[in-house]
């Protein structure tokens, strides 16, 4: 059984810029949950996506954007990024949408914004 | 590795020693409650977790203690290894609008001094 994978593992990019961070959830998994992390905080919940649909976003603004893929992979997707968008970007995959149920965790991707 | 504690809260144990992270949560609401630990360059990963009709629950060397009156968690980890130094957070669950919101702690380093 594969666990949760993130590409890439670092990236580098500039404000204005736009990216797209991937998740492979873990087998079996249908919903994947992204949050950001900056350096010395805890995990800031971005959004949630079960099944393909949205399902419930923190306090992010509409430039954070995602998708989820029939297989349950899915993307994270940030526009005009800003000098605060570095982060530890990090995603979660369960076999529920409720938080109840345990997340599996990636390792991240480190976003630095320049 | 990641780094993800450079200006946490660090509690520095003696190994074999007993450790007690603690955890101020904000809404009263707050129905589920996560601790987790997070390894340098990892995501991170589940250990215990407590409902709010709950005031005490144990696992294999820890224990969770939840007093809603002040809003406050703890995690007890006995008889503390060098393999138990991470970063810990606290995360709070609750519902929100038809969703489950989900909020984390700033975490607490700990570490374990051979």
């Known amino acids: 059984e594969t666990g949760v994978t993130q590409s890439p593992t670092h990236l580098i990019k500039t404000r204005g810029q736009q990216v797209t961070l991937r998740c492979s959830s873990q087998?079996?998994?249908?919903?994947v949950s992204w949050y950001q992390q900056a350096l010395g905080q805890g995990p800031q919940f971005i959004f949630q996506?079960?099944?393909?649909?949205?399902?419930g976003r923190g306090n992010f603004p509409p430039r954070f954007s995602g998708l989820q893929f029939p297989n349950y992979s899915s993307e994270l997707n940030v526009n005009a990024l800003e000098l605060d968008d570095s982060a530890l970007y990090l995603c979660?995959?369960?076999?529920?949408?409720?938080?109840?149920?345990?997340?599996?965790f990636g390792p991240g991707t480190r976003l630095t914004v320049l | 590795g990641e780094s993800v504690g450079l200006h946490l809260p660090t509690l520095s144990v003696q190994e074999g020693d007993n450790s007690i992270i603690n955890c101020a949560y904000s809404?009263?609401?707050?129905?589920?409650f996560i601790w987790y630990k997070q390894e340098s360059g990892k995501g991170p990963q589940f250990i215990i977790d407590i409902r709010s009709n709950m005031d005490k629950r144990q696992g294999q060397r820890v224990t969770v203690l939840l007093n809603k009156t002040v809003k406050h968690l703890s995690l007890q980890i006995a008889a503390t290894q060098p393999g138990d130094s991470a970063v810990y957070f606290c995360?709070?669950?609750?519902?929100?609008?038809?969703?489950?919101?989900?909020?984390f702690g700033i975490g607490t380093k700990l570490q374990v001094i051979p």
């Open positions: 809404n009263s609401a707050s129905d589920y």
């Open positions: 996506y079960y099944r393909e649909e949205e399902n």
């Open positions: 995360a709070e669950i609750r519902n929100s609008g038809g969703y489950q919101k989900v909020t």
């Open positions: 087998s079996g998994h249908n919903t």
């Open positions: 979660a995959s369960s076999f529920s949408r409720l938080f109840y149920n345990e997340q599996f």
